[in-house]
């Protein structure tokens, strides 16, 4: 069974900063293989994609957080990891990371005060 847990969530002033960190677990489970994703979801609105990053290192980012946000991986870890500068309030949601095709955090609130 594979487990992800996020982490790093918080509250923050606008134009603060912060750092998300997803670890996976799973006796013999490994990241090295797979894309990993950030997603969001803010209230009363869908989840929707923010970066990805392939078992290769590419990196993608939504328009809303290209130029702010920035997503690496450590594969000896199993952790994925977004960083967050220059928050906006609309940058406010729960933050899920997500592993291949179907393995989900269970999410960390990010909240940015204006």
């Known amino acids: 069974q594979v487990q992800l847990i996020e982490s790093g969530g918080g509250l923050v002033q606008a134009g603060g900063s912060l750092r998300l960190s997803c670890v996976a677990s799973?006796?013999?489970?490994?990241?090295?293989?797979?894309?990993m994703d950030w997603f969001r979801q803010a209230p009363g609105k869908e989840r929707e994609f923010v970066a990805r990053i392939t078992w290769n290192g590419g990196s993608t980012y939504s328009d809303s957080v290209n130029g702010r946000f920035t997503i690496s991986r450590d594969n000896a870890k199993n952790a994925v990891y977004l960083q967050m500068n220059n928050l906006k309030p609309e940058d406010t949601a729960i933050y899920y990371c997500?592993?291949?095709?179907?393995?989900w955090g269970q999410g960390t609130q990010v909240t940015v005060s204006s």
């Open positions: 799973g006796r013999t489970f490994s990241t090295s293989t797979y894309a």
């Open positions: 997500k592993i291949g095709a179907s393995y």
